[in-house]
């Protein structure tokens, strides 16, 4: 998933750590029913794993990669260091505490859904399966952010009831966020709680997340589009509610912009939000707004709603529609 994923970015973030203490030994108990801790309506279940709680607080199994052992964390535990990987601890309360809320989010939906690939464990810290985690930078604000957010989700009305959302979150929007199916060529019914929102970015944002300009051969492009032959021309074909290219049209044939992304590296093809796509002398110029998908909360965008005031549940439901938070534990 994740994709967002430090949106996994080199310009971003050094992060930090220490473990984030609970009294209370684990012990082997029910998990709370649906609608409990208050009975808000439409709250979901807990994962059908999670049976063992250190007080409250749910107990996970977590692969390691540094280690290559599975620990047994508390899920706050386990959050504190993912918080520390996705986001600098220098960064304002309200932004850290906003990401808080979907790292959280994000751990339940893919334990509802989704298996780890690692035997015995519930979620990883590899950044290809699951969030970036960086358990060195956790500090006091990290874990402050963790504790002021405990058990805080966000939640959507899925046709059974109360659902865990995808809690996309990427660098910068470039001004405008996306849609799930323009931003992340998502194939199934755009989801009821994505949207087309300002982005709201601070002006602190480095210079290239918000314009930059990449050069590509034309072999290479080729080759992430899954073509054959001599590249003889290229444009931005079909653009999306937000203006991000949903396709690219390379000598006539249309291609899927955001895989295309991903094939060249969205480090260097940093958005689909493009200004300009030409083939000049030999080289394909790309330039763009913004860094990521595109969909769901700007890091950056959250930086600025915090600048100005903003609280870590409105910085969320800027970026997110027909969404509740509610605390789970």
Same mark, same amino acid.
């Given at each position: 998933?994740?994709?967002? %994923? ?6 971003? =973030?050094?992060?930090?750590? =220490?473990?984030? *203490? @609970? &009294? ?37 199994? /977590?692969? /390691? ?13 386990? @959050?504190?260091?993912? @918080? ?17 809320? @979907? ?5 339940? +939906? ?12 519930? /979620? ?11 358990? &060195?930078?956790?500090?006091? +604000? ?7 957010? +405990? ?20 660098? %910068? #929007? ?8 323009? !931003? ?19 002006? &602190? *944002? ?10 590509? #051969?034309?072999? #290479?492009?080729?080759?992430? *589009?899954?073509?054959? !032959? ?13 203006? +991000? ?8 044939? &249309?291609?899927? *912009? ?15 939000? =493009?200004?300009?796509?030409? =083939? ?12 990521? %998908? ?16 903003? !609280? ?5 439901? %800027? ?11």
């Amino acid at each position: 998933m994740f994709t967002s %994923h430090r949106s996994r970015t080199g310009w971003m =973030l050094m992060a930090l750590t =220490l473990a984030l *203490a @609970l &009294s209370a030994c684990a012990t082997a108990v029910e998990p709370p029913a649906p609608g409990a801790d208050g009975g808000q309506a439409g709250k979901p279940p807990l994962p059908e794993r999670i049976t063992e709680f250190g007080g409250e607080v749910p107990m996970i199994n /977590v692969y /390691v990669t540094d280690t290559g052992t599975v620990e047994k964390q508390s899920i706050e535990d386990y @959050l504190a260091g993912v @918080l520390a990987g996705e986001m600098r601890s220098d960064w304002p309360m309200e932004a850290l505490k906003a990401q808080a809320i @979907l790292a959280r989010t994000f751990t339940l +939906r893919f334990m509802t859904e989704k298996e780890s690939k690692y035997e015995g464990a519930d /979620v990883s810290t590899d950044i290809e399966e699951a969030q970036a985690y960086d358990k &060195s930078g956790v500090n006091e +604000r990290v874990k402050q952010a963790i504790e002021e957010t +405990r058990g805080m989700v966000l939640v959507s009305q899925g046709e059974s009831g109360g659902e865990f959302p995808y809690a996309w979150f990427h660098a %910068h #929007s470039g001004g405008k966020t996306a849609l799930a199916k323009e !931003g992340l060529d998502y194939e199934k019914d755009e989801p009821p709680y994505t949207q087309v929102a300002q982005g709201n970015e601070s002006a &602190s *944002a480095p210079e290239d997340a918000r314009q930059w300009t990449a050069q590509f #051969s034309p072999e #290479s492009v080729m080759k992430a *589009a899954n073509l054959s !032959g001599e590249m003889t021309g290229i444009e931005i074909g079909e653009k999306g509610e937000s203006g +991000r290219a949903i396709t690219l049209v390379i000598n006539g044939e &249309s291609v899927k *912009a955001p895989p295309l992304r991903i094939a060249l590296g969205s480090m260097e093809m940093r958005s689909t939000l =493009l200004d300009e796509v030409k =083939l000049e002398d030999g080289t394909v110029i790309m330039s763009g707004k913004g860094y990521g %998908h595109g969909v769901g909360m700007s890091q950056w965008g959250a930086y600025g709603m915090a600048e100005s005031g903003s !609280g870590a549940e409105d910085i969320v439901m %800027h970026y997110f529609k027909d969404v509740n938070i509610v605390k789970m534990w």
